[in-house]
Every structure is written in structure tokens, then in C-alpha cells.
């Protein structure tokens, strides 16, 4: 009886794990495989439009890439480069110039709530000027590529032989909302060392290290 | 076979000359005894358990990372990129020798200290406890705040309470006393004598606890002038030093060690080599290195001083000071022979000593004198500033203050109550005095005694300046924002005084009018070069870390009236010891206690981590019956305290090869409040055992057996009782730890015994380099040393090394144990401290160890080697190892992949150089504040996981990515160092690539010195030494000479 029932407990258990295997493999992943990973971020800023409709460098925010181990992301100040002035998408401003002079008034300012949060970070005031009232606070990201500890990745030695950025990171200028488009396994190193190696990077001979010690020390 | 020859090195007294039990040692697979019970978990329920944890692990690891967050700056200061490391030029605040440091800073953080390569007196190199300093940034006990009565309070409250007191201090002309250590800050010491000029009665007393006072009190009365000469050991072709330490602990030792070495050892076509002769009573790593070392009790000291001073008056042709005082210990042979090289080598001849006998170092400025020594490698014209204390002050301030007669004490860099002998007294006077400030940054003996506390800054978060040496100085700058509610010292003395002013400010303006206007190009070739106004010329000092002014010219005639005969030293009663009391390279005069590294690092000869204790020679363990770790009573009978009872002092005793027989010699420094912290250091387990003694704390104080004699503190010389306690106590020494063996039945190739360490003469030298200048130039680089006897080929020649080829070369003769590099390694590569008992255990885990050989019985020489993983191009670690975790690399490195690795252990089992370390826990640090020091480039690695050295591969990595982002096909020479590079005072050890030909790894690869160790076992390692090399007669010209 008792052997029965550990059979059918048994049985039940298989069957479940096959439907599962069967019907969620595409979901399914390695344990530290992050691919597809796609967070939700404090602000939601596209990189769509930066990068792609406007056509950003993205060395223009991520300004360590070609001289530091981290691409960086880019401080409030940054973004206040632009910002200071594009308080809005140029929808919004255009259609509230066009109210406003329809209504022979001053356009009244509008700010949209996702640039709000970068002078709330700053506590400016609407003016742009630091506000004492208000206390300054980083904004927090999720970080979405990521390595192990004790794997170490630097962005200026890829940059700077020629790697494009959209070789790891995928087409970010396409995204509205970032995702890890590889599954940063050592295979998938490994395997771009290879063939950079053999093919070279943008016509240029290279030498990509396949040493342990090139990124694990 | 050869083997019947013992070897001529060896490690203890109990291993080596010394006895029995040799073999049992040394070839024990497990060191410390088995004798816990046999396991109870049975094969199935390991299984068991194995199978469940696997289940979980999966369940466990299918899921999804935790999330992680990115903080960018809100406001990101331009000069700063994340990820990119920062050096900041700056001055070493662990002692006052004021060396130049680059701090490196990481993402706001200092993470390491290294040497500024362009500072005129320590020339790169940084001594161990200026490596370890960077911990006390992060002590996680560190005086946060004021204190009031040991209470927090605002530093309003503080300078409210102390000006209130001071004016009425200053209505009543009450005196006030300002008591600190050396302090080498112009500046500060210009604020505070603006501060003392705002009362009546005021005075600023100076001492050292590790005094210097005799040289400068002889000075006074040979040379008019309360100097301390600058000592020019690069230029000194012969050293005679009494008693002086001047590579470990004496002064400025990182500037001597490089003056030292740079003069040692000439190795052009006709070798030229200084000559060094070192009379001491302890073994010191100074006396390690001397030419001629001969053991010399503290009372035989004067009468040899005065022997030397009468045959060089004889040889100069004046009339001795002295009368001839006779014979005696040393032999007047040597004295004879050396004052012929002193004479012969005049004026680049020097005589030091560290005796705090003022009459014996005023005969020691005779000798210097009547070589004409002075203006050549003694400068008085621009005296070391590094020691200025006053003992005779001192003890007149400690009167005062038993007396009730002082109404305000400012304690600045000083411990009193702790290093001085009458401590107890001196807290006893603390309590009796109205207003007592402490500025320390540490609650320590003297702080704790004191009303008010206001804590000084670190001296990595302070503007500030040093000058070491009159006319060199150093600038120091904050290389991060205060951590803590400290002030510094320059701000609170201004507070006090009524005009409030910022540390920066106060700097500036004394450098705008004190050192601007007296700038000079730093290679001292006028003004025109060090900048034009004071903006430029400020910038440029910044930068550098460095300034030099000039200096007024001034004279110091000698006086040879004052010269005369020591007193002679009361004799010992029979059964009485000669006591030494001396400072340890780490922990010195015990202001670094309190810091991990420094307690744990070995001493560089007597091997032990994390005590003191009362060292004795063999033949006098021997006479007392005494075993290494017996605990002895000391007991001072003091000859000039009146009514004092005996002082005694319970440590365990070490029997320390090279000491002389009469002396008893141990270490101050230890037993240090804030110590009691370490009771809990290394992993916490069931066989876990405390890391302090029964005091509770680290080692004992042994600063009551020291006495005032004769106006200056008294390190030796003091008669002492021993007696055996019947008690033991383990020392955790490392010094038969990781020793290398070769087995007896191990056939060699070749045949013969080859020793570990390989030692030459000069006279073998000149041969060896005329063989090798005659020899054809080998085809390449020797790659073993055997060619005549073929290598069974166990091992492939499949290595080609197209691209670089990593070595590391080690000159034996220039390094001096100091442990400078094994405290740099530590800090560079994120190696934990593992405590008292894990040493016991052999666990130690520093990369490189600094293995310490005698040779000799009686008079034992010392030859130090460092010893890091040799990167062995047939490495027998990497074939051993199941997973791969360990191999080769295109480049020469054994590389170890902690993530890969999974602890078997057969790696270290099989490295025949035993410098694989394994993780037997996660061995956090003690203090969790301290992580901030971690280098993040290099992994912390966890529990179960064998580490070692790797040459500092994140720095070749670092360098090789900087060099191809600036477009340079190669790495080249020199840009890469690695952190025992960088920080060694002796510049003994040099890394790069032995396939660039005009490398300087090369060029060391090809010196006739050059040997590696166990080379006839064909690992071919890729560490390369260089023979050590003394200045004496080889043994074959010296029979010769006997017989002809």
C-alpha cells in the first residue's frame, strides 16, 4: 500500500515536471542566466528616444565606457545638461504654445512627471534653482547587466578596440525599456574572443585574451 | 649521492643546532596533532545529506539574482570617473619619519598606500606600518566625537567649556604645558607656539617613546646645537653601527634601507661592495644584514665605543679623549681591522649608535669627527628633524605633573601613560591637573585619563606638512572627507586662541609666507624652476607631494673639550640578565596596536605573530632549563628608583638564536588598551580559541621595566631576575610553517645537495662575474641549470610564450626582511587576517612570506628570503588539480580561478613551495568598517577556496588594457608593479617581461647571482633570486692567507 502510494506520489511528481519542462522551456534558464531580465526602473526613461529618435552618443551619458572598467550611468547633472530646458516631450510644449496662443496668453509651464523626479532628485524648484526646503536624494536604478563578483569586465578595453556597444547590450536604441538581450555566460565570452580573434573586430586584427586570468583574478 | 652533507641553513633552534626532534617536524603530514575524535558520519548519511543539499542548491539557484541597485552622483565632479583609480600625492602619518606616500583612492575611498617614487628621502619605498596606516582610517573605534568626561558632546560644548577654562587658566598665569611627540609639521608647530604665546607661563615638551634624546643631547654639548645629524648611509662605504637598528626601527627606517642598499653592492666589472659591521646584543635584521656582526652585551657597549675612539685618534693622530680602557668583548682585533676601514674609507665612513648613553654618543660624534665624517654622511648643516624629543624635559614636565603644578595639559601624539615608566604616576599627575586636553584619535591609556578628548583628524583626511629634514618638505592632503565628527588639530588650537581658521588656510598661508619665498627647484638648482608665484608654486607642491627650501646656512663647530670617557656600566650580579627593550619592525612603539595587519605579520627574525615575549639565547635557555614557551618572571631590581618595589613582568620566553647570552630582550609596544578587540579575531568555531593573553590583550607592556638614567630613557642595560613560572603559553610563530624539505630519498639530479638560499662573497663575485664576462654569451636564457644531465621529460616543452613572460627577480643582498611587502600584498590583495589561533594552526594567509634562515651555530647569520608563488613554467600544482581551477596562462602565470576552484587541496599538497593558501572559513573582517579598504579589483574569496599570489595580475591587466587604449602593442618595461615591488624600501624586488631582452627582469635573469630555488627538480620557476653577497674574504682566500 504504502509503496503505492510513493509510486503514484512519484508518478504525479514526473508528470508535472515534463508539462512544465515542456510548456515553460522557453522561460526557463540556468541558474545565473539573467536573460531578459527587464526591471522596472524609478524613472521611465526610453532609450528609444535618446539614443534612437534623438540620436544620442551613448558615450554622451555613459561617458566612463572608453576610459573606465564601469560604462557609468549618468549623474542627475547630466541629464540637467538638457533638461534644464526640455521640461516636457516637444508635444505636450508645442501643443500648449499653439492653447496658448489661440488664447493670447504666456504658454504655461508644463512639466512632465517623469522629468519632475530628476529636479526632485536635485530638490530644485520650479525655477531651477536649488531649493533649501527640499533635500537632495540619487536615484536609485536597477542595475540590469551584471556579472558575478568575481568576473571582471572592462568597458574601455572593449570600446576602445572598436566593439560596438549593441554587440552586448543589443539594439538599446530600439528599446523603450531596456532588457539584457545576452545571457552573459562565459561561453558566450568566450566565444566572441574566439572569433574576434579569427574574424578580428571592424576590419582590424585583434588579440582577445582567452586566458582565465583576463577577467577572473 | 651527496646527501650526507647537511644542509647549512636552518629555521629554529629546535630544528636546527639545537636538538631532536628535526625530522618528526619537518616531515609530519599533519603538524598539529590528530587527537579529535574519528568522525560519526557514516558514508550513507553523507550521501544523504550531499543528495539534499544538491536538491536544494537547484531549487534554490533556478532563481532569479536579487536586485541590485545603480546609484550614479547627483552632481558628478568633472575630474572623477567611476571605476578609475585616483593616486593623491601625500605624507605618511605612521610615524615621524614623514615619508611620501601616493594614496590610492578608489570611487571616494583610499584602498592602498604606495610609496611616492619621487620623495628625496624614502624614494618609493613604505615600511609595513605605513602600509597597514590605512586601516586606521577605517578603525571602527576611533574617537568619533568630543569627549567630555568620556561623554559625546558637540564641539561647541568642547571649545566652550575649554576657553572658558583657559582664560581663567591665563588670569591666574597658571602654567600650561603643551606635550606631544616629534612633531615634524612647521606648521604646526607654529600654531602652537601662537597658541602658547597667549599664556603667561607655557611651555611645549616633546618626547619619543622610542627616544632618540642621547644623539641630540650629545650634540648639544659637541656641536652647540640640539640637533640630530642626517645620517647618509647612501653614501658611507663603511658602517660601524652600536646598537642601532637603522634598517628596522631606528629613525627613518625606510630612507636608511634605501640609502643603505644603494650603496651596498656595485656590480659593475670590478664589484664594489660597503662594508658593514654591526655590534648589537639582540639579533636585528640590521645586524641580519652586516658583513661582520659580533654579539655584544649593553655594558660592553661604552668600553667598545671608547676602544674604537682611542685607535682612530691613534690612526688620525690626535690625542685621544679617552684613556685606553684595556681589552675586553669585542676582541680588539676587530675593533683595530675596523678602524682601519673607517680610517681608509674617511670621510665616507659612518658610526652610529642607538645607545641612549649620552657620553657614549658624544665619543660616537668624536669618532665621526676625527674621520672628518661630518658634512659628508652626517648632516648638520640640514639635520633629521624626524626625533626631537627631550627626555630631561620630559621627566621635569612628569615632575610638574606629580606635583599638582600644572593647570592645563595638551597630549598631542603621545601615550604617556602608557610607554613611559612611571605611567601610573603620570596618571596620577593627569588627575591632579585642572585642564587636560587629548587629541587623540584613539581612546587609548592616556586619552582615557584625560577630561576632554578632541579627537584629530586621520592624517589621510588633514591638510598638513612634515619636514623630515630640514629643507625637504612634505605636503600632505586629504585624499577623502572626514569620516567621523573629528577637527583637526591646526583648527582647534585656533579655535582656542580666539580666531577661528580652517586647517587649509592656516597651511596656505604659512607656506605663502614661510616655504614660497624660500622655494627651490627640487633637484636644488635655484628657484627659477619651482614656479613663478605662490599659485604655481602651491599647485606644484600638491601634485608632487614634495618641496624643498632653502636652508640658512649656518656653522657647528666641534668641541672637543666635552669629549670624555663613558661611565663605566655597573656589573650585572651573577645570576642577573642584561635587559633590552626594543621595538618591533611592526608594531613599534605600540601606536599601531590596534591594527590587524601589523600584529599579525611575523617578525622578521623570531617568526612570531601576535605577542611579545622575553627572548633569551640558546646557551642561557640551555643554563635556565627554559623550552620555547615557558613562562618566565622578570624582575627588575632597579638600581635608581628609590623606594620603587621590583618591577615584574610575566611572558613567555623564546629562544632566539644570535642574541648574546647575558641578555634578556623583549618587546615593547605590546599590551595596548584597544588590543582587547582581538579577542575575537578569526573565525568563530567550536575549537576556536581566544587570540589575547589572560591580561585580555595582545602581548604585555613591558614600558615599567624601562628607566630614566642620566636624563634620557634607558632601553638596556638594566639588571634583571628570571625565574620559571612552571607555566606554558603557545606563541604562534611561523617560522616552521611552509618550510621546504627535500626528502632524503629523493635522488637529485646532479647529485649534490643544493641549498635553498645560495650566499657569496665579494671576493667569489669577482670571479663569478670574470667567468661570466669571459664565458660566450648563452644563446638565450638559461633554462635550467643542469644542461649536462638531461631532464626526463615528465613535463612537455609546450609553452611558447609568444607574448610577454612574466618573472619576478629578488636580490637577496638587498632585501632586509622588513616585512614591508608581505603588509602591502595583504592590502592589494584582500587577504584576511585569520588571528592568534588560526596561526597556531598553520593557517596564516599571506601571499608572500619572508622565510628567515640561519646559518652558524653560535654566532648565527641570518639570510632572508621572500617567497611567493614561483609560477612555475612545469608547475606541479597545475597538473594535480581535478577541476582545472589552476593553469597555465599564455604569459607565464599559474593562474588560480577561485570560482572554479573546489578545495581539494592536492594543489598545495603538491606545491614545493608551500605558498598556496586555502580559505578554511569565510574569514570576515573583524571590523566590518575596515571593508572599506577591500580593493575591489581583486575578488574576496570564500570559504573552501585555495588562493595564492598571481603576480598581481589585476595590475598587468589594468596595464595592458591602459596600454591599448593609448595604442601600445606591449605592456613595457616598468609599468607594471607589483605591490611588494612597489612598497619595498630596499627596491629588492623587480617584476616585468623576460622576453623584452632590455628588461630589467632580463638583465637580472642574466647576473652571475642568479639562482632559483629547487631548480633541480625542473619546475622551472619563474621567480628569480639573486645570491646573497657579503663583504668579506672568501673561505678559500682566507686558508690561503692562514697558511701563507
Given at each position: 500500500?504504502?509503496t503505492?502510494?510513493v ?5 504525479v511528481g514526473l508528470?508535472?515536471?515534463?508539462a512544465?519542462?515542456v510548456?515553460?522551456?522557453s ?7 539573467q536573460e ?6 524609478p524613472?521611465a526613461?526610453s ?6 529618435e534623438m540620436?544620442i552618443?551613448c558615450?554622451?551619458?555613459?561617458s ?12 542627475a ?9 526640455v521640461?516636457?516631450p ?12 489661440k488664447e493670447n496668453r504666456?504658454?504655461?509651464?508644463i512639466?512632465?512627471p517623469?522629468?519632475q ?12 534653482e ?8 540619487p536615484?536609485?536604478w536597477t542595475?540590469?547587466y551584471?556579472?558575478?563578483?568575481f568576473t571582471?569586465?572592462n568597458h574601455s578595453?572593449h570600446?576602445s578596440?572598436?566593439v560596438?556597444?549593441q554587440t552586448c547590450h543589443?539594439p538599446?536604441?530600439t528599446?523603450?525599456?531596456v532588457r ?10 568566450v ?8 574574424k578580428g573586430?571592424a576590419g ?7 586566458d582565465?586570468?583576463t577577467?577572473?583574478? | 649521492m651527496g646527501r650526507?652533507?647537511?644542509s647549512?641553513?636552518?629555521?629554529s633552534?629546535?630544528q ?10 619537518s ?5 598539529e596533532?590528530l587527537?579529535r575524535p ?14 539534499f ?6 531549487t534554490?539557484?533556478?532563481s532569479?539574482?536579487?536586485?541590485e541597485?545603480?546609484i ?5 565632479p568633472?575630474?572623477i ?9 601625500s605624507?605618511?602619518?605612521g610615524?615621524?619619519a614623514?615619508?611620501?606616500?601616493l ?10 598606500l604606495?610609496?611616492?617614487p ?14 597597514a596606516?590605512?586601516?586606521?582610517l577605517?578603525?571602527s573605534q ?5 569627549l567630555i568626561?568620556?561623554k559625546p ?19 591666574s598665569?597658571?602654567?600650561?604645558r ?5 612633531i ?6 607654529a600654531?602652537i607656539?601662537?597658541f602658547l604665546?597667549?599664556f ?5 615638551v616633546?618626547?619619543d ?7 641630540l643631547?650629545?650634540?648639544?654639548e659637541t656641536?652647540?646645537a640640539?640637533l ?7 653614501l658611507?662605504d663603511?658602517v660601524?653601527?652600536?646598537d ?8 627613518s627606517?625606510v ?9 651596498r653592492?656595485?656590480e659593475?666589472a670590478a664589484?664594489?661592495?660597503?662594508y658593514?659591521?654591526q655590534f ?5 635584521i640590521?645586524?641580519?644584514?652586516a ?11 661604552p ?7 682611542v685607535?682612530i685618534?691613534?690612526?688620525a693622530g ?11 668583548n669585542p676582541?680588539d682585533?676587530i675593533l683595530?681591522t675596523?678602524a682601519?676601514?673607517?680610517w681608509?674609507a674617511?670621510?665616507?665612513?659612518l658610526?652610529v649608535s ?7 654618543q ?8 676625527a674621520l672628518?665624517?661630518?658634512?659628508a654622511t652626517?648632516?648638520?648643516?640640514r639635520?633629521s628633524l624626524?626625533?626631537?624629543g627631550?627626555?630631561?624635559e620630559?621627566q621635569?614636565?612628569v615632575?610638574?605633573l606629580q606635583?599638582g603644578?600644572?593647570?592645563?595639559l595638551?597630549i598631542l601624539g603621545?601615550n604617556?601613560?602608557y610607554?613611559?615608566p612611571?605611567g ?7 588627575s591632579k591637573?585642572r ?8 581612546l ?5 585619563a584625560?577630561r576632554f ?6 592624517a589621510?583626511?588633514?591638510w598638513?606638512d612634515?619636514?623630515?629634514v630640514?629643507?625637504?618638505l612634505?605636503?600632505?592632503q586629504?585624499?577623502?572627507?572626514p569620516?567621523?565628527n ?9 579655535a ?8 587649509y588656510d592656516?597651511l596656505?598661508?604659512y607656506?605663502r609666507t614661510?616655504v614660497?619665498?624660500k622655494r ?6 635655484g628657484a ?6 605662490f ?14 627650501i ?6 657647528h663647530?666641534?668641541r672637543?673639550?666635552a ?19 626594543y621595538?618591533?619592525v ?7 596596536a590596534?591594527n590587524?595587519?601589523l ?7 623570531s617568526k612570531?605573530t ?6 633569551v639565547?640558546?646557551?642561557?635557555a640551555?643554563?635556565?632549563?627554559l623550552?620555547e614557551g615557558d ?5 627588575l631590581?632597579s638600581r635608581?628608583?628609590e ?6 613582568i610575566?611572558l613567555p620566553?623564546?629562544?632566539q638564536?644570535g642574541?648574546h647570552?647575558?641578555v634578556?630582550?623583549?618587546?615593547l609596544g ?24 589572560e591580561?585580555g ?8 621595566l ?5 636624563g634620557?630613557l634607558q632601553?638596556s642595560?638594566?639588571?634583571?631576575r628570571l625565574t ?12 616552521s ?5 627535500i ?5 637529485l639530479v646532479?647529485?649534490?645537495t643544493?641549498e635553498?638560499?645560495h650566499e ?14 669571459t664565458?660566450p654569451?648563452p644563446?638565450?636564457?638559461p633554462k635550467r641549470?643542469f644542461?649536462e644531465?638531461?631532464?626526463n621529460g615528465?613535463?612537455?616543452d609546450?609553452h ?5 613572460r612574466w618573472?619576478?627577480?629578488v636580490?637577496l ?6 616585512g ?6 595583504q592590502a592589494e590583495?584582500?587577504?584576511p ?5 588560526e ?6 594567509m599571506?601571499w608572500i612570506r619572508?622565510d628567515?634562515?640561519y ?7 641570518v639570510?632572508?628570503?621572500p ?5 612555475c ?7 594535480v588539480c581535478?577541476v582545472?581551477a589552476?593553469v ?11 570560482n ?7 594543489c598545495?599538497n ?8 586555502f580559505?578554511?572559513?569565510n ?8 571593508n572599506?579598504?577591500?580593493n575591489p579589483?581583486?575578488t574576496?574569496?570564500?570559504?573552501g ?8 595580475v ?5 596595464a595592458r588594457?591602459?596600454?591599448r587604449?593609448?595604442?601600445a ?8 608593479q607589483?605591490?611588494c615591488?612597489?612598497?619595498c ?5 623587480v617584476?616585468?617581461?623576460l622576453n623584452d ?6 638583465q637580472?635573469?642574466?647576473n652571475?647571482r642568479r639562482?632559483a630555488v629547487?631548480?633541480?627538480f ?12 657579503r663583504n668579506r ?5 682566507k686558508?690561503a692567507?692562514?697558511?701563507g
Open positions: 500500500m504504502n503505492k502510494l509510486t503514484i506520489v512519484l508518478g508528470i508535472v515536471s515534463v512544465v519542462l510548456t515553460q522551456s522561460t526557463l534558464h540556468i541558474p545565473g542566466n531578459g531580465y527587464q526591471p522596472p526602473q524613472i526613461f532609450h528609444g528616444l535618446h539614443a534612437g540620436q552618443s558615450f554622451y551619458c555613459h566612463g565606457a572608453d576610459s573606465s572598467r564601469h560604462a557609468g550611468i549618468p549623474a547633472s547630466t541629464c540637467m545638461n538638457c533638461h534644464r530646458y521640461t516636457a516637444l508635444g505636450a510644449l508645442r501643443e500648449e504654445d499653439e492653447l496658448a496662443k504666456r504658454p504655461a509651464p512639466v512632465s517623469e522629468i523626479k530628476i529636479y526632485d532628485a536635485l530638490a530644485l524648484n520650479p525655477k531651477m536649488p531649493d533649501s526646503q527640499k533635500t537632495s536624494k536615484i536609485e542595475r540590469i551584471r556579472l558575478p563578483d571582471y569586465f578595453a570600446v578596440v572598436g560596438d556597444c543589443g538599446v536604441e528599446m523603450e525599456h539584457q538581450v545576452s545571457d552573459l555566460s562565459m561561453g558566450w565570452c566565444n566572441c574572443h574566439r572569433q574576434a580573434n579569427e573586430i582590424k586584427q585583434v588579440r582577445a585574451s582567452l582565465c586570468s577577467c577572473h583574478y | 650526507d652533507k647537511p647549512r641553513y636552518w629555521k633552534w629546535e636546527g643546532p639545537g636538538a631532536s626532534e628535526l625530522i618528526q617536524i616531515t609530519n603530514e599533519f603538524p596533532p587527537d574519528p568522525s560519526q558520519f557514516s558514508r550513507r548519511s553523507f550521501l544523504k545529506a550531499a543528495g543539499t544538491a536538491a536544494v542548491a537547484a534554490v539557484g533556478c532569479r539574482a536579487p536586485v541597485k545603480a550614479p552622483y547627483l552632481v558628478q568633472e575630474e570617473v567611476p571605476g578609475v583609480s585616483y593616486f593623491y600625492a605624507g605618511c602619518g610615524c615621524s614623514g615619508c611620501g606616500v594614496v590610492k583612492t578608489r570611487d571616494g575611498r583610499p584602498i592602498k604606495e610609496g611616492n619621487e620623495h628625496p628621502l624614502s624614494h618609493g619605498g613604505l615600511c609595513a606600518a605605513g602600509q596606516s590605512l586601516l586606521s577605517y578603525d576611533r574617537v568619533k566625537e568630543p568626561g568620556g558632546a558637540s564641539w561647541q560644548e568642547a571649545d566652550r567649556r575649554i576657553t572658558e577654562q583657559l582664560a581663567s587658566i591665563r588670569a598665569r597658571g602654567p600650561v603643551f606635550l606631544s611627540g616629534t615634524t609639521s612647521p606648521t604646526l608647530n600654531e607656539q601662537r604665546a597667549t603667561p607661563d607655557a611651555g611645549h616633546t618626547y617613546a622610542l627616544s632618540s634624546s642621547a644623539i643631547d650629545a650634540h648639544q656641536h652647540g640640539r640630530l645629524p642626517h645620517y647618509r648611509f647612501d658611507a663603511v660601524v653601527s652600536f642601532a637598528d637603522f634598517l628596522g626601527t631606528w629613525i627606517p630612507e636608511f634601507t634605501h640609502g643603505y642598499r644603494s650603496n653592492l656595485n659593475s664589484p664594489k661592495m660597503s658593514h659591521a648589537e646584543s639582540r639579533l636585528s640590521t645586524g641580519a644584514k658583513d661582520q656582526r659580533v654579539r655584544v652585551a649593553p655594558d660592553e657597549l668600553s667598545a665605543v671608547s676602544r674604537l675612539a685607535s685618534a691613534r690612526l690626535i690625542a685621544s679623549p679617552v684613556p685606553d680602557s684595556g681589552t675586553g676582541p682585533a683595530e675596523l682601519q676601514r673607517l681608509e674617511r670621510p665616507n665612513s658610526v642607538g645607545s641612549q648613553d649620552r657620553r657614549a658624544v665619543l660616537v660624534n668624536f669618532i665621526n669627527q672628518g665624517n661630518y658634512g652626517l648632516e648638520i648643516e639635520p624626524q626625533k626631537s627631550s627626555d630631561r620630559l621635569a614636565l615632575d610638574e606635583k603644578q600644572v593647570a592645563a595638551f603621545a604617556p601613560v610607554d613611559l612611571n601610573s604616576a603620570i596618571a596620577d599627575g593627569i591637573t585642564l587636560v586636553v587629548s587629541f587623540s584619535g584613539q587609548d591609556e592616556t586619552a582615557s584625560s578628548v578632541c579627537p584629530d583628524h586621520d589621510l583626511e588633514s598638513g612634515a619636514e623630515p630640514r629643507g625637504t612634505t605636503l600632505y586629504p585624499a577623502i572627507r569620516l567621523t573629528t577637527r583637526p588639530v591646526l583648527e582647534s588650537l585656533a582656542w586662541r580666539g580666531q577661528p581658521r580652517s586647517a592656516t596656505r598661508e607656506w614661510e614660497f619665498p627651490q627647484s627640487r633637484d636644488g638648482n627659477g624652476a619651482a614656479g613663478a608665484d599659485q604655481s608654486f602651491w599647485d606644484a607642491s600638491v601634485e608632487a607631494g614634495i618641496a624643498q632653502k636652508t640658512a646656512s649656518t656653522t663647530p666641534f672637543g673639550a669629549v670624555a670617557a663613558p661611565a663605566a656600566a655597573g656589573a650585572l650580579s651573577a645570576d642577573e640578565f642584561s635587559l633590552v627593550l621595538p618591533k611592526a608594531l613599534g612603539d605600540g601606536r599601531h590596534h590587524p595587519w600584529q599579525e605579520l611575523p617578525d622578521p627574525i612570531i601576535w605577542d611579545n615575549y622575553a627572548s639565547s640558546p646557551a642561557a640551555t643554563r635556565l632549563g623550552k613562562v618566565v618572571r622578570l624582575e631590581q635608581d628608583r623606594g620603587a618595589g621590583a618591577q615584574t610575566e620566553s623564546f629562544i638564536p642574541q647570552d647575558a634578556v630582550s623583549v618587546a605590546y599590551g595596548r588598551k584597544g588590543t582587547e578587540r582581538f579577542s575575537t579575531v578569526g573565525p568563530k568555531w567550536i575549537f576556536g580559541r581566544s587570540g589575547v593573553n591580561e590583550r595582545v602581548g604585555k607592556n613591558a614600558a615599567p624601562l628607566e630614566f638614567t642620566d634620557s632601553y642595560g638594566s639588571g634583571i620559571k613560572t612552571g607555566r606554558q603559553y603557545s606563541l604562534a610563530s611561523t617560522q610553517h611552509h618550510t621546504l624539505t626528502p632524503k630519498n629523493i635522488p646532479g647529485g649534490d643544493r635553498i638560499v657569496l662573497t665579494v671576493a667569489e663575485l669577482v670571479e663569478k662575474v670574470h667567468a661570466a664576462a664565458a654569451p644563446p638565450e636564457l641549470r644542461p644531465v638531461p631532464m615528465m613535463w612537455k609546450d611558447p610564450y609568444t607574448g610577454h618573472a619576478i627577480g636580490d643582498t638587498a632585501c632586509t626582511g622588513c614591508a611587502c608581505v603588509v602591502a600584498c590583495n584582500n587577504i587576517v585569520v588571528g592568534k589561533d596561526v597556531l594552526r598553520h593557517r596564516e599571506h619572508i628567515r634562515y646559518s652558524g651555530e653560535e654566532d648565527v647569520e639570510v632572508h628570503q617567497m611567493m608563488c614561483q609560477q613554467d612545469n608547475a606541479p600544482c597545475e597538473t581535478p582545472l589552476t597555465h596562462s599564455a604569459e607565464g602565470l599559474n593562474q588560480q580561478i577561485y572554479r576552484c573546489v578545495g581539494t587541496r592536492y598545495a603538491n606545491c614545493p613551495y608551500k605558498t598556496r593558501r580559505n578554511w572559513f574569514y570576515a573582517r573583524n571590523d566590518k568598517f575596515q572599506l579598504a577591500l579589483d581583486v574576496v574569496r570564500s570559504r577556496v585555495m588562493e595564492k599570489c598571481t603576480f598581481c589585476q595590475r598587468i591587466e589594468a588594457i591602459e596600454s587604449r593609448h595604442g602593442a606591449k605592456i613595457a618595461d616598468g609599468q607594471v607589483t605591490a615591488q612597489q612598497s624600501p630596499a627596491q629588492a624586488i617584476f616585468g617581461d631582452p632590455n628588461s630589467r627582469i632580463a637580472m635573469a642574466r652571475p639562482f629547487l631548480e633541480e625542473n619546475f622551472r620557476p619563474a621567480v628569480n633570486y639573486l645570491a646573497v653577497v674574504e672568501s673561505e678559500i682566500t686558508e692567507k692562514a697558511h
